[in-house]
């Protein structure tokens, strides 16, 4: 079955920087695109960043353009999230999903896997 486990997140001060990673497993990874979300405490959901199959195309929201960088290893069958620059307002619990398309997307219907996620907490 698809498993998808974050990992990498943990408190960082505003300026800095993590990365998130997202090992996947149980299905033919290099095939989906994939995506990156979260959730602050008591807002909704909302769309990070994504990824095509092969890696060529990108989207980010206006929100992390610029400071944030998603990559894929398709050998390694891991997702990437390279966050820079990071603000208070990222503090929020990030999750990675699996598309059922190759190109990368931002619509909920596509998605049918997401993680666990991962607790990031920007602070002084």
């Known amino acids: 079955q698809v498993q998808l486990v974050e990992s990498g997140g943990g408190l960082a001060q505003p300026g800095g920087s993590l990365r998130l990673s997202c090992e996947a497993s149980g299905f033919s990874f290099r095939r989906y695109a994939m995506s990156w979300a979260r959730q602050a405490p008591g807002k909704g959901f909302e769309w990070v960043s994504g990824?095509?199959?092969?890696?060529?195309?990108?989207f980010y929201v206006p929100s992390v353009k610029g400071r944030f960088t998603i990559s894929r290893d398709n050998a390694k069958n891991t997702l990437y999230l390279q966050m820079n620059s990071l603000k208070p307002e990222d503090t929020a619990h990030y999750y990675c999903?699996?598309?059922?398309?190759?190109?990368?997307?931002?619509?909920?219907?596509?998605?049918?896997?997401w993680g666990q996620g991962t607790q990031v907490t920007v602070s002084s």
């Open positions: 990824i095509s199959s092969d890696g060529s195309d990108t």
């Open positions: 999903g699996k598309s059922t398309r190759d190109i990368a997307t931002m619509h909920n219907s596509d998605f049918d896997s």
